[in-house]
């Protein structure tokens, strides 16, 4: 009974619903906010890690879809469409089978996490792999939606930010007050414009004090806000934020000069680092994407511009689970031992 009910009855005057909305939820939000020993002593600082991979679908998407499947049931749809790099579709995918609607996914061909795919395949999503990269399935989706009877739920539907937003709520209801500073991956750059929107909120009503810093980081073979253009062939490993011609771009620069904040960006080895590092020290198993955040803090505070004694949230954004090829990589093999004590502790350097 004490149960979480999902960000909008917890939100529910905060967000654009009504009495009658029929709500669809999988009980997400409410998502740990971890303590980063080990980040917070190479910093200074008090940092803490916004675990989103423990939503129901694992990722912080989960947020977004709530509100947007509830917004599209409200309005009778029977089918939504998304462009996704995996995260979305899983997630829409399973929202739509809650709310007994057809769910059809764009993906670029070959550059989704195999967990992703799998997600959308398990919850009966329509796939469509696209010959081109996600900014080329978004268009698509755009088109189909505009043109055929099916609802758009990327998060250019605005309802997705709203829902979104909690996330921000969550982590002031939880310190007191909003952080110094906000660290964020950015991809399409919907995430840290729907942060943004809810810690001005809470400052506006005066439930927070202050808003943070925001700070954002893309990866470097994608990184069109921090190159100010276009990225036509964006590459990363993180193929989570892939995304060469983010569709909240302008949102996401009001987000970093409104807050005083920055966008920067890290390269795929200073994100496999800063995963390996978040996994073998701090217990947080994340996707390469999420990484980018710890990634960008770490370099911010090589950069020298991240001063001791203040309090910094980064956002780790999906599971690790989603992409195990990245953990298998690169480790060693486990050794094979036979049923026998002696043998396997001295493999276990016991004996
Ligand atoms: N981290 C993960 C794990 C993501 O899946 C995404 C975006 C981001 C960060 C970036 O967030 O786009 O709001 O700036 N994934 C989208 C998807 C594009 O299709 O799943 P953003």
């Not at 939503?55 to 989960?62: L, Q, R, V, W």
């Not at 947007?68 to 790099?85: F, L, N, R």
């Not at 089978?97 to 398990?122: C, E, N, T």
């Not at 810093?213 to 062939?233: C, H, L, N, T, Y």
């Amino acid at each position: 009974t004490h149960q979480w009910r999902g960000i909008i009855e917890e939100y529910r005057d905060r967000l654009p619903v009504s009495d009658t909305t029929p709500v669809v939820t999988l009980r997400e939000g409410g998502t740990p906010l971890v303590p980063a020993q080990v980040l917070s002593e190479r910093t200074g600082c008090e940092v803490h890690l916004k675990v989103e991979g423990a939503n129901p679908t694992g990722s912080f998407k989960d947020r977004g879809m709530t509100m947007a499947i509830t917004k599209a049931k409200e309005e009778g749809a029977k089918a939504v469409i998304c462009a996704s790099t995996g995260n979305t579709s899983a997630s829409a995918a399973a929202y739509a089978v809650r709310a007994g609607m057809v769910s059809a996914v764009l993906v670029p061909q070959g550059k989704i996490a195999l967990g992703k795919m799998g997600q959308a395949l398990v919850h009966g999503a329509k796939i469509l792999q696209v010959d081109g990269n996600f900014d080329d399935c978004l268009t698509l989706a755009r088109d189909l939606s505009d043109n055929y009877p099916v609802a758009l739920v990327n998060s250019v539907n605005p309802v997705r930010i709203e829902g979104q937003k909690t996330a921000s709520f969550e982590i002031v209801d939880m310190l007191g007050d909003a952080p110094d500073i906000h660290v964020l991956p950015v991809g399409n750059a919907g995430n840290i414009t729907a942060y943004w929107k809810g810690y001005t909120e809470y400052a506006a009503d005066g439930i927070a004090k202050r808003t943070p810093r925001m700070w954002g980081f893309q990866a470097s073979g994608s990184a069109p806000i921090v190159r100010g253009e276009v990225v036509k062939d964006p590459s990363t490993i993180a193929t989570a934020i892939r995304i060469g011609n983010p569709a909240s771009w302008q949102y996401a620069l009001a987000a970093r000069d409104e807050s005083g904040g920055f966008i920067d960006e890290v390269t795929d080895r200073e994100i496999l680092r800063a995963y390996r590092l978040l996994a073998a020290q701090e217990g947080v198993f994340v996707e390469p994407a999420s990484a980018a955040s710890v990634a960008g803090l770490l370099k911010a505070a090589e950069q020298g511009k991240v001063d001791p004694g203040q309090t910094i949230v980064c956002t780790v954004t999906g599971n690790g689970l989603k992409d195990p090829d990245w953990a298998v990589a690169g480790a060693p093999q486990p050794v094979t031992v036979p049923v026998d004590a002696a043998t396997a502790a001295e493999r276990l350097g016991l004996a």
